[in-house]
């Protein structure tokens, strides 16, 4: 945590995502966040968290004096909310509503709820993205006062929620075209082997993805890229773009819409070019 600064970022890592985003914007259709936009739930971090992701960009990558998220087409930013987003003041506050409040215009799709959808694509194939928020809803649901800072929990309802959701939309669509569904997610479905970062019960996620032919789960979170495959699941954990505490990466996403295949390009930043790497590291999801 940086005295002069709201969040636990390098600001250059900052200023080089801005850079990267503005640089592929013609490439990007849209952006996965999967969580933890703000360190703390204080008016102040979520304000900077904001504005950072919301403000116009006037100079290239910056807005007066402020790095800036370059990404005009705003409504094609999805966010899922992390366990610091529901923060309140630097403690875990399952209550909190500090953090929907400031980011409202980034959760429609949750529609007031736990879990929430978006679809793109045409005949030529749909990709939907199927968002869950397994943040703590009761503080008794955490093992422990570290595992409340750090850790989630699979509970009955929101698990059911994202099953009909994810049904609700398969049925929706023309059975002919083809559908590839991607779940989005804050914390990792598996061992984390960090007992204060653990999802409770990640096991039914994994078990309901497999049930519901689930193509891919994104998720964020440990602040290690980490790829596995479970059955048929793949999922891919992210890197953190700017913490400070990691090693900073951006993830490019290639999905084709009629096979299916994915390719993710991992970029990591570039100390001695102060930037993220241009040629990134190629993975094939599936």
């Known amino acids: 945590m940086s ?7 390098v600001p250059s890592r900052l200023r080089g995502l ?8 013609n490439d990007i259709d849209g952006v996965l966040i999967c969580g933890d936009l703000s360190t703390s739930g204080t008016a102040t971090d979520l304000t900077f968290s904001f504005q950072y992701l919301d403000s116009s960009a006037t100079r290239l990558w910056r807005s007066g004096n402020r790095d800036v998220f370059p990404f005009a087409r ?4 999805l966010v899922v909310p992390g366990n610091h987003d529901h923060y309140d003041s630097n403690s875990p506050s399952p209550n909190s509503q500090n953090f929907r409040l400031q980011f409202g215009k980034y959760l429609k799709k949750f529609q007031g709820g736990r879990v929430g959808f978006d679809v793109v694509g045409d005949r ?8 869950a928020d397994f943040s703590f809803q009761r503080s008794t649901d955490a093992k422990g006062k570290a595992h409340l800072y750090g850790g989630g929990a699979v509970d009955d309802a929101t698990l059911n929620e994202l099953r009909i959701t994810t049904s609700h939309v398969r049925k929706s669509l023309p059975t ?17 082997r960090v007992a204060s970062l653990q999802l409770t019960n990640y096991e039914e996620v994994i078990s309901a993805a497999k049930q519901l032919a689930v193509d891919t789960i994104f998720c964020g979170h440990t602040h290690e890229m980490t790829f596995k495959k479970d059955g048929n699941v793949s999922i891919f ?3 953190s773009a700017t913490a400070v505490d990691c090693t900073n990466m951006v993830h490019l996403a290639e999905f084709d819409r009629a096979s299916g295949k994915l390719k993710i390009w991992n970029h990591s930043w570039d100390v001695e070019n102060v930037c993220f790497s241009e040629m990134g590291d190629l993975i094939p999801i599936n």
Do not use: Q, R
Not at 3 to 9: D, E, Q
């Open 3 to 9: 005295l002069f600064h709201p969040s636990s970022y």
């Open 18 to 25: 801005s850079e990267f985003v503005y640089s592929h914007e």
């Open 74 to 77: 705003k409504n094609e930013i």
């Open 124 to 131: 030529l194939g749909y990709i939907a993205f199927v968002m």
């Open 176 to 192: 002919e075209v083809p559908l590839h569904i991607c779940w989005v997610i804050h914390f990792a479905p598996y061992d984390t």
């Open 237 to 239: 954990c992210a890197a």
